[in-house]
Every structure is written in C-alpha cells, then in structure tokens.
C-alpha cells in the first residue's frame, strides 16, 4: 500500500511538474493543462499498467469539463478509422488462429531437411520477421514461442536465447509493413504513408536490420547454439518430425487463407484503387479488414459475436482511442506547435539533427514505455513541424523505426517481449532478469538503430 502511494505522489508531482514548467516556457493554460494531463496518463501507464484505461478515461473528463477540447474534435482525433482497422484485423486474425492456420505454417517451415543449428537460428529469425509482418508481432510471437519451445524441448537445450533470437527477429519485422505494429497503421493513417511506402521503404531497412540482428545472435549465443547442433548430432535431426504437429490443410482452413491472401493483395494495392475510384487516401486500406470481417461474420456466423467479444481487445483499443483523444488536444491547443518551435530553436532546421533526435528518442522512450503511446505523443509533434516548412516523411520513418527498434532494449520494451517472457515462464518456470536481457538487447537496438539512421540521413531515398 505504501508503494502505491509513494508511486502516486510522484506520478502527481511529475504531472503538475511539467504543467508548471509548460507554463513557465510561455504556454497558455489550457496548453499547460493539455500537458499535465497527458502526462499523467502516460506516467500513470508506466506506474500502473493494470489502470492505464482509468487514467485514460479521467483524463479525458477533466480536459472536457475544462473546456481545453469540446465534443466535436474529441470524436475528431479519437482516429476511429484506426481503431475499426484494428477491430476488423482483430476478427480476420481470430478466424486464422481457430482454423490452425498458425499452426500449419509454423510446422511447415519447420520441417525442413537437414536441419542443423545455425539454420535453425536463420529459420525463425527469418519467419518470426515475415510473421510480424503478415499478421502482428503479439500473434506472431505466441505461436513462435511455442514452436521453439518445442523443439528445444526435444534437443534439450536451454530454450532463453532462441526465444530472445525470436522476439528480437519479431520486433525488427513488425517494422516492416503496416500490419506489423499498430503503430503502424497509426502512423500511416496520420501521415498519408501506404502500404506501398511501406513495402518499398520500410521492408527493405528491416531486413537489412535482420541481416544485423541473425550476425550478432551467431556470435553472443555461440555456445548456445554449439550446443544445439552437438545434440542434433546426437539425437538426430529427423525425429524432431515426430514432435511436431502435424495440420493438414482442410477445407475451411482453405477458405480461411484465401481470405487471408485477398486481403493482404488488396492491401497492397490500397493507394492504386483510391486513385482509380477517386476516394480520400486511405480509405480503401480502412476498409478493407471491415469488408473481410464482415464477410467472415456471414460465413461463421454461429461464431461471429465469439470473434467480436473473444478475439477484439477492447480493453486496448479503448485505451488507444482515449490517448489519441488526449495527444490530439495537444495539437488542438497549439502545444505541438509550440513544442516543434522550441526543438527547431534548439536544433535548427537542420533535418538530420530532427531526424537524428526523433529516431533516438523513440527508440530510448520505446524501450521503457509502450511504443504506441509513445508514437500517439510524437504523432502531433512531427505534424506541428509541416508549419515550419519541414519535410516529415523522413521523421515518419525515424518514428517508426525507432517506436519498434527500441522495444528490443530492455525486456519491457514492447508488448511481444512481455507476452514471450510470460509463456517462458509460465511454461518453463523460467524468470528472466533484467540484465540477462539487457545486454543483448542494448547490442541489437544500438546497431539496428544505427543502420536505420545512417540510411534516413545519408539515403535520399527517404527524402
């Protein structure tokens, strides 16, 4: 009890700290107040996770009742048309889990021949990175655990560091794409970005970021993976057939991955059909998981309100719509503005030391709190630098990067770690502390980091 309240008074401190020193650097109130507030929900989530909707919603209340934001432009920066792609990806990955989609691909590629460890390692580095990509880096690193554990069980081997290898692998690929992370779709939604942009963009540095992390993982887990291959050796390598599971692809699983493919091509093509239908940008890659769950609802309809009710995290995406509410009354009240000023004024215009503060940043902040709130923090800041002739696209790409590159710091970095730490532990008893994380993962988002700021800096590309 005590704890909690020393957590409180200083959660308070901090949040009225911070209004006071906005106020001190010339805000006006209510942009004192927006910051207070935002504060408080962002400390408040770091404080007390398990309460971050509490905060999410009182702090929308009091900015309400204050008049520092009205009804109108509270529904106008909830971002619903990020929170319906969410609830409609939700549903269409809900149908995938429940036909053993996951659980065919994963034995699929993991019956390779000759399997030897170092190929291993490659194997899901390699999937775990492509997975993300295709659905999401929570859904993706359930089912890649359990794959690894698997089959470390067999080879009795310590399972911790192929575990890390694929968190690590899973965090890089979530970058990769628009579906990876719900930053993501957050940022593409707020920046114009497609999913063209991404595929040309983004996929190609996170692969090269794969190419880096596979090359440090080989070397800090050497003995590891030694030991691995000398029980392969040993045990040999075809029996770990035996222990996979085996998932024949029936019907409806069938039809459950052409609706899968048919999404993911229409995706893809979003930017070409909103030009050829003459639609405002984006919408058709809003749509389109609506379209899919929909049609997935008619044809399962006797599971339909288990999809919307089961697989939908509405406790999340409640707590997301209120953030985006409270990050937008910055920009509503000119704070994001005034906050772009001061950073201009410290750093100039100069776009490599913006791109160079936005990309460390996010990655540092990232690695301690969750990175979508972050990203919905720095979503308006990069927005209040259009009015001072800045060219965001590159700051766009740094926030991203940046928001998933440093959720492989620490062991809290991002939602994935968490969830594969907590199958670990509960599976194998295994408690992971914070310095057997921290070193490899303060090597591989270091270095992965560097690579993406030596390409936004040097690359016109991203220009």
């Not at 590891?224 to 291959?229: N, T």
């Not at 003459?278 to 288990?306: E, F, Q, Y």
């Not at 979503?379 to 740094?398: D, K, M, R, S, T």
Request: hydrophobic share 55%.
């Amino acid at each position: 009890m005590i704890k909690i309240v020393s957590k409180l008074i200083i959660l308070i401190s901090l949040a009225c700290t911070f209004g006071l020193l906005g106020k001190n650097l010339g805000m006006t109130s209510q942009q004192a107040l927006s910051v207070a507030i935002f504060s408080t929900s962002i400390l408040g989530t770091l404080f007390f996770w398990d309460f971050r909707l509490s905060f999410a919603f009182l702090g929308t209340s009091v900015l309400l009742v204050t008049k520092t934001i009205d009804l109108e432009h509270v529904i106008e920066f909830s971002s619903l048309e990020v929170i319906l792609f969410l609830v409609g990806m939700m549903i269409l990955i809900g149908l995938l889990k429940q036909e053993g989609f996951f659980a065919w691909i994963v034995s699929l590629i993991l019956r390779v021949k000759n399997l030897n460890a170092k190929g291993f390692v490659i194997l899901i580095s390699v999937m775990s990175a492509l997975l993300a990509c295709a659905v999401d880096e929570v859904t993706s690193i359930i089912f890649m655990v359990a794959a690894v554990l698997e089959v470390c069980d067999y080879f009795e081997v310590d399972v911790f560091p192929f575990v890390v290898i694929t968190v690590l692998a899973t965090n890089v690929g979530s970058a990769a794409t628009v579906l990876g992370n719900p930053i993501g779709i957050l940022i593409a939604s707020k920046s114009g970005l497609t999913f063209e942009d991404f595929i040309s963009k983004a996929f190609p540095l996170a692969m090269v970021c794969l190419i880096a992390i596979i090359s440090i993982v080989m070397l800090w887990y050497k003995k590891s993976i030694q030991q691995l291959q000398a029980n392969i050796d040993r045990l040999g390598e075809n029996d770990i057939l035996i222990k996979l599971i085996s998932v024949p692809p029936d019907r409806s699983l069938k039809i459950s991955l052409g609706i899968f493919a048919i999404t993911l091509v229409s995706l893809s093509l979003h930017h070409r059909l909103e030009v050829l239908w003459g639609l405002v940008p984006n919408t058709v890659l809003l749509v389109i998981p609506l379209v899919a769950s929909g049609c997935i609802m008619i044809w399962k309809r006797d599971k339909a309100r288990s999809y919307v009710e089961k697989d939908v995290e509405w406790w999340t995406l409640l707590f997301f719509l209120l953030l985006f509410v409270q990050a937008g009354t910055l920009k509503y009240t000119g704070t994001t503005v005034f906050i772009a000023q001061k950073i201009v004024g410290a750093v100039g215009h100069n776009l490599n030391f913006l791109i160079t503060t936005m990309l460390w940043t996010g990655a540092i902040g990232s690695s301690i709190l969750d990175n979508v709130v972050l990203v919905a923090a720095f979503i308006p800041v990069v927005q209040g630098f259009q009015a001072l002739n800045v060219n965001l696209q590159p700051l766009w790409w740094a926030l991203l990067f940046g928001g998933c590159l440093g959720g492989n710091i620490t062991l809290v970095g991002s939602t994935a770690n968490i969830v594969a730490l907590g199958i670990l532990e509960k599976e194998k008893n295994v408690r992971v502390t914070f310095l057997r994380w921290f070193g490899v993962g303060l090597s591989v988002g270091v270095v992965t980091t560097c690579i993406i700021w030596l390409a936004l800096v040097f690359l016109p590309f991203y220009r």
